[in-house]
């Protein structure tokens, strides 16, 4: 199991989230933050900071959301980020490609 960032921080980028992770496994996106999750100890920190209610463990994504446990998953891969298990997000930094799932995300009018 791990939690996963869904739809609804893409283009909020809140952060709140990255201050409570224990061990630093939130990574940053153009349009939203991505969780590794081999990296991700299932504390639950960062659920109830999230203004906009983004992250949920991967067994309780709502239906409509189920594709984001890929979409978090395959941002660290070669065919995205390339980044894999750096273990730690500040010393990784900000990345500049979205997963295509999100890059292609409708901007909210
Ligand atoms: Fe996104 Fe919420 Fe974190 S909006 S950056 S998941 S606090
Ligand atoms: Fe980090 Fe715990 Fe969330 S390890 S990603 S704060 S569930």
Redesign the pocket.
Known sequence: MAYV?AE??ID??????VDECPVDCIYEGPR??YIQPDECVDCDACVP????T??FSDEDLPGEWKQFAAVNAEWFSDAVTGLGSPGGAAQAGPQDKDHTVVAEWPAVA
């Open positions: 960032i609804p921080c909020i980028k809140d952060k709140a989230c939203m933050l900071v999230c203004p906009v983004a992250i």
